[in-house]
């Protein structure tokens, strides 16, 4: 490059502090949200998500060939006094919820929290006033930043739900909190959501753990856990052919939004997947009856977080025979076992649609507690149903009272 032209190129960088000027929407005071640009590379340890820090030709690398393909959008937080990025935020949608993931660099201190607050308003406001959208979520708000929370509740989002301990610390851990802003003029429309009592079946009370027992003999094949009427084994590609079977004959459309129909090749391309995702995130087991191996139900722990130690539990008993007779929470504490004292897991969370009153009096039976609610995630009759949000913690879990292996069977039941 000649000396002439290097020196036009640097006439050609803008002042810096005067980036905002160039945009009318999404300024704040402290900060502005920008598309990412191929120079943000250069500061990718401030803004980049994610566990492990990239360098800047992977950062440049992943600008330039990959960030085409997301679905998701990212916005580079920008300070607003001399351009620089200082974190980012990214926004998926589900169905018509957007879900924004932020970032700030904590080396910046609580400033940070400052500029954060200001990305996280900017996007909510976006995204739900300007763009209509009838409800967006913070996914991850942790205990420690008080001043994002304290703007953003003052800004009319809600702590929707708080999972105790459920982000790690450099010391331990620490209650995580999921904010929700709701769009005014469709709860005009359709009424408060927070107003509507949570539906509850079941007596609400935790019984004694049904812990997995010692096999006297042969095991079952493949078992993991046995407990007394029931084992966990790896999920096989010939359980398709059962899940297939008795999806066809699904009675209850009211556990999830209707019911699904579903085809064998894709649920062993389904089993597959999961096993092969370095590392992997969703592990879920068959669940057997011990006296005939016969397959009848599935639990698993997905969306594993190996930084914070946590997952959502989920269970599905696809033979509508064996719901109700308590196989679901005995097959639910071999999983605990697994997942606390295996994976290593310190607690475990749960969503459940507030027309599966089961789902929710079976998790109160494990010994889970509720936490809160996430209003409008899917639709429902003439609106939109919440789900109501239930944590268990692995020391909580540890304390219960255990049953004897005499009692299993009735305790269970
Ligand atoms: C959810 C599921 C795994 C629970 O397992 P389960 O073996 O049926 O549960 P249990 O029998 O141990 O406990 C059921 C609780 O609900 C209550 N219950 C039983 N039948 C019920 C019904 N039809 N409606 C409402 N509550 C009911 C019981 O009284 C019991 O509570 P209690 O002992 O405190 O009184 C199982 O029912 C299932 O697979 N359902 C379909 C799939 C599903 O809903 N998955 C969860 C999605 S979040």
């Not at 810096?16 to 009318?24: A, E, F, I, N, R």
């Not at 992977?58 to 916005?75: F, G, M, Q, V």
């Not at 400033?111 to 900017?122: K, P, R, S, V």
């Not at 420690?144 to 301990?165: D, H, P």
Request: net charge negative.
């Amino acid at each position: 490059m000649t000396d002439e032209s290097k020196d036009t190129k640097d006439e050609k960088k803008p002042e810096p502090g005067t980036g905002h000027l160039k945009h009318s929407f999404l300024v704040g005071e402290l900060v502005y949200l920008r598309s990412v640009e191929k120079d943000d590379a250069e500061y990718g340890a401030s803004w980049r998500q994610g566990m492990i820090p990239r360098s800047v030709s992977a950062t440049a690398s992943w600008i330039e060939d990959d960030l085409k393909e997301e679905d998701d959008l990212h916005l580079v937080i920008v300070r607003k006094s001399d351009d620089r990025p200082v974190g980012s935020l990214k926004r998926s949608t589900w169905r018509h919820n957007a879900w924004i993931a932020g970032t700030i660099d904590p080396l910046f201190g609580e400033q940070g929290q400052h500029w954060l607050a200001e990305a996280y308003i900017m996007m909510l406001q976006w995204s739900v006033d300007e763009h209509h959208r009838i409800i967006a979520h913070i996914e991850e708000v942790p205990d420690s930043q008080q001043i994002v929370l304290e703007k953003l509740q003052a800004m009319g989002a809600r702590v929707s739900s708080t999972f105790r301990e459920a982000h790690r610390t450099a010391t331990g851990f620490e209650d995580w909190h999921m904010v929700t802003y709701l769009n005014k003029d469709w709860v005009g429309t359709l009424g408060d959501p927070y107003a509507v009592e949570k539906p509850r079946s079941g007596t609400g009370e935790p019984r004694p753990v049904i812990a997995p027992v010692t096999v006297e003999g042969d095991l079952p094949p493949n078992a993991v856990r046995v407990g007394p009427r029931v084992y966990l084994r790896p999920l096989q590609k010939a359980d398709a052919v059962d899940l297939v079977e008795w999806a066809r004959r699904e009675t209850e459309p009211f556990w999830s939004s209707g019911r699904s129909v579903m085809t064998q090749t894709s649920l062993e391309r389904w089993f597959e997947k999961l096993g092969k995702k370095e590392p992997q995130t969703w592990v879920r087991f068959a669940v057997c009856l011990r006296e005939n191996d016969e397959f009848i139900g599935a639990v698993g722990v997905d969306g594993i977080d190996y930084k914070h130690r946590r997952a959502e539990s989920e269970s599905e008993f696809h033979h509508v025979g064996y719901r109700s007779k308590g196989y679901g929470t005995e097959a639910k504490h071999l999983l605990f076992d697994y997942a606390f004292n295996t994976l290593g897991l310190h607690s475990l969370q749960s969503w459940v649609m507030y027309t599966n009153t089961r789902s929710a009096a079976a998790l109160r039976k494990q010994g889970y507690r509720d936490v809160g609610i996430e209003p409008w995630l899917v639709q429902g009759k003439g609106g939109y149903d919440n789900f109501g949000t239930y944590e268990l913690l692995a020391d909580e879990w540890r304390a219960m009272p255990r049953a004897s292996v005499e009692d299993a069977g009735d305790l269970a039941g």
